[in-house]
């Protein structure tokens, strides 16, 4: 049985999740952090993710990427918001896909995505110490289908194969509900670092069914510290009227000192701060009262709010129906977060699994499901916006209504308007409005090879399918002829297979250097962990060894650190092996021990 | 008239044409299958709610595409497109006012029926009340509006109330008037069902 694990691709942060013998749990290495941060910086053309890009973001915010998420399968008009908050610059590329710009590169989110995910998988692999190549994968809930098949898209990029596109309130309902078993109805509420979902599920039995779900793309922790960080420049300006907030790093100090702030005010009610904003020349220091907080971010609450009143209106539930409500997503914590939620459902919230985990143990469960393990409950999942075409005046036809149980399948019967006419265009869209002006294109429909016959004469079957993914295929059949109509459908936000396949045969023939790049950074990573401990137990090669072979041990350390600036990962390696041999009499000492287990951990781990 | 169908693998009597419970066999029917046939139920509009419930639940587990990831593609697509036909059969089914939508042209068997008449003097009620209507919601006044809606509402419900009477008739009718009646009922539910839908939500 091919394991299949659950990742949680974040706006902020992602993880992976599996079933242990023990039971679900998130993966990591031993006395590692689980989390991989959703954040990118380019480096003499090679990616650097995770933590260690996560420096960058002050010292080269120009390098660095950062809420991909909020990009996927969206263009450039919907970005427009966003541009302006973010270090790096996007543009317009083909259909309505949006790159991101560094330097003179550009990248699909799709892409960078795939960088995300590569880490996580890489991670999990060494963890595990197994190799991985399907994941079961979560999105916010209200993802439309151009939103999902950028993810799966990123997926394949990534070289894992999505074997599920999975919910993310669904997700933590799986872990919630695996873990309870209790019948009844279930509120999930989701606010994460970019997206806000609510889910109703009914849980009976071995059933879970989604009853309704609403959402918000484009709500999340990021808005609650775009407000704190609007307080914090609001205030430097009381001080200093005239200071310069243009650089991007004093926009990216201030950014991150309001997400530090934020976290502190979870705790306690009150923060001093300090700030320093060197590129603008001055100093800020002040507090902060988590009153104030939370008047700069309650229209956002309520604008969440409103969401669970539509959802629990579509469920045809009143909100004391809810038996239990789940929080999910880091923002939860935010104490107004869990006020304002437990007021709304007359409970208080079930936090018990962390919030910050949750989504990716239900994927791994998932996972685990899907890949033969257990057999024991079902998930019904449901479309969060309606799927139709474009009929005649520009008006929306809903072929499949929000809230439909998936899979899920339509069909409609059209027709030609002319004589003779052989082919039919049709235009996909997604939506709750009457007006396709108003909803998401997904993709335009070229319909042809129809029989020439008199308009109206035609049958043309169109059938929407929908799979347990939430992805939509579109086929169409003339009846009369029973001809097969000839389909072509042209994403218009996300990539076709001919691009995916163009990306992939580029990173294959980079594949070599790609890798000597990772090693490279892995093994300087390793080289300085080894220094730190030389330094720590010096004390102890001054006992025990003599002044040549500690020359000569400092020798050494000088030729790795010149071999650390180089480009040749395994040149470098072989020196940190011939460190690894002068060192090794330290071990005699009980406290160099240590020092010589880092060591061989390190030689051993370095060679991945 | 339950169906008498085999399996295609065991040859046992199908319950329902999609699953064999028999020997646990996905089945592979036209894609012409009716809903009731789908879930095995007696095409009549009378049906026993928790028996609807049940037998989805019962086929559900056996036909979702997560139970068959590992199955070659032509069963992967089968479990996909019985679950998408299960899922429609019983959100149309447990619908009072769908059921009868899918049940009436069925019924008529290809006997056209005029979906655009409505019930003598229906119409002129309507245009009076759609006159003072615009006006109400303009004026916002809460406690007329609510007025107007429970009076509508309550002829809805008259109308829901009155199908299983109308399909008895209907079923049973070998000339088409009843049909007619039943759609003209039809008809009037879904005008005063758009009507109801321009009230603010409550």
């Known amino acids: 049985m ?17 079933v242990f013998e023990e039971g679900p749990e998130v993966i990591t290495a031993a006395g590692e952090n689980p989390v991989t941060p959703s954040v990118l910086a380019r480096e003499s053309g090679r990616w650097i993710v995770g933590t260690p890009a996560q420096a960058y973001r002050l010292s080269a915010p ?38 991101v710009r560094i330097g003179e590169e550009r990248f699909t989110p799709q892409e960078l995505s795939a960088e995300i995910l590569k880490e996580v998988k890489r991670r999990a692999e060494i963890a595990l110490g197994e190799p991985l190549h399907k994941a079961v994968i979560t999105v916010p809930a209200y993802f439309d289908d151009a939103q999902r098949q950028a993810t799966r898209d990123a997926a394949q990029l990534a070289g894992i194969e999505a074997a599920r596109i999975l919910n993310e309130p669904t997700a933590a309902a799986i872990a919630y509900g695996l873990d309870e078993r209790k019948d009844g109805h279930v509120a999930v509420y989701d606010l994460g670092g970019g997206t806000f979902d609510i889910s109703i599920l009914q849980l009976s039995g071995k059933l879970f069914k989604v009853i309704a779900t609403h959402g918000d793309t484009r709500l999340g922790g990021d808005d609650l510290d775009r407000e704190l960080t609007e307080l914090l420049r609001k205030r430097v300006r009381d001080q200093a009227p005239e200071a310069d907030f243009s650089a991007s790093g004093t926009q990216q100090r201030l950014k991150k000192a309001a997400e530090e702030i ?8 009150e923060v001093k701060y300090v700030l320093e904003l060197p590129e603008a020349g001055l100093t800020h220091q002040g507090t902060l009262t988590r ?103 520009g008006t929306f036809s809903k072929l499949i209504s929000a809230n439909t149980t998936i899979p899920a399948q339509a069909t409609e019967t059209f027709t030609t308007n002319v004589d003779h006419q052989t082919a039919i265009d049709i235009n996909i869209y997604q939506g709750e409005r009457e007006l396709v002006q108003d909803c998401r294109n997904l993709g335009r429909f070229k319909l042809r090879g129809i029989p020439p016959m008199k308009a109206g004469f035609p049958l043309v079957d169109v059938t929407f399918r929908v799979d347990a993914n939430g992805l939509l295929t579109v086929s169409a059949q003339e009846k009369r002829s029973g001809a097969e109509a000839e389909i072509e459908v042209i994403p218009s936000h996300g990539l076709t297979q001919l691009e995916i396949d163009q990306i992939l045969e580029a990173s294959f023939e980079h594949a070599h250097e790609d890798f000597n790049a990772r090693q490279l950074i892995e093994f300087r990573l390793s080289a300085e962990r080894v220094f730190r401990g030389i330094e720590q137990c010096w004390s102890v090669a001054e006992e025990t060894l003599g002044a040549e072979e500690r020359q000569a041990i400092e020798d050494q350390m000088a030729v790795v650190r010149k071999f650390m600036e180089g480009n040749d990962a395994m040149a470098l390696k072989a020196q940190m092996n011939a460190l690894g041999e002068l060192t090794r009499p330290l071990a005699d000492s009980a406290m160099g021990r240590a020092v010589l287990e880092t060591l061989q951990e390190e030689s051993a781990s370095g060679g991945h | 008239m339950l169906s008498s169908i085999p399996c295609e693998q065991c040859g ?5 044409r999609l699953f064999c419970f028999a020997c646990s066999t996905l089945q592979h029917p036209p894609n012409t299958l009716g809903l009731y046939e789908a879930l095995g139920l007696e095409e009549s509009y009378s049906i026993d709610p928790p028996a609807l419930e049940s037998r989805f639940q019962q086929l559900v587990v056996e036909l979702h595409p997560d139970f068959y990831t590992s199955a070659d593609r032509r069963e992967q697509h089968q479990s996909e497109i019985s679950s998408a036909l299960l899922n429609r059969a019983v959100e149309t089914l447990r619908d009072p006012v769908s059921r009868a939508n899918y049940l009436l042209p069925r019924l008529a068997r290809g006997t056209p029926l005029d979906e655009r008449r409505l019930p003598p ?40 109330s009155d199908l299983p009477k109308h399909f008895r008739q209907a079923e049973a009718a070998t000339e088409p008037e009843p049909l007619q009646a039943l759609q003209t009922t039809l008809n009037a539910e879904r005008y005063l069902r758009r009507l109801l839908e321009r009230f603010p939500q409550s």
């Open chain 1, 62 to 99: 120009e390098q660095t990427v950062f809420s991909v998420k909020r990009l996927m399968g969206c263009d450039l008009e919907e970005l427009s918001a966003e541009q302006t908050e973010l270090p790096y610059a996007l543009e317009a590329a083909q259909r309505k896909l949006v790159k």
């Open chain 2, 12 to 16: 046992a009597a199908l319950q329902s």
């Open chain 2, 121 to 160: 003097g229906f119409l002129e009620e309507m245009f009076v009340l759609q006159e003072s209507l615009d006006d109400l919601l303009d004026s916002g006044a809460p406690e007329a509006i609510g007025r107007t809606r429970t009076e509508l509402q309550e002829r809805h419900q008259t109308l829901l």
């Open chain 1, 2 to 18: 091919e394991r299949i694990i659950g990742i949680d691709l974040g706006t902020t942060n992602s993880l992976a999740a599996t």
């Open chain 1, 291 to 393: 009153e104030e907080f939370e008047a700069a971010i309650e229209p956002w609450i309520s604008r969440t709010l409103q969401s669970c009143r539509k959802a629990l209106g579509d469920a045809n539930l009143a909100p004391d129906q809810i038996d239990e409500v789940v929080l999910v997503g880091g923002s939860t914590v935010v104490p107004a977060v869990r006020k304002a939620v437990a007021e709304f459902f007359g409970k208080p919230p079930h936090v018990a699994i962390d919030p910050y985990k949750v989504v990716a143990i239900g994927a791994g469960i998932q996972g685990h499901l899907l890949a033969g393990g257990r057999r024991d409950f079902l998930l019904l999942d449901v479309i969060p916006l309606a799927l139709g075409i474009e009929t005649l005046g």
């Open chain 1, 262 to 269: 934020k976290i502190q005010l979870s705790g306690s009610p």
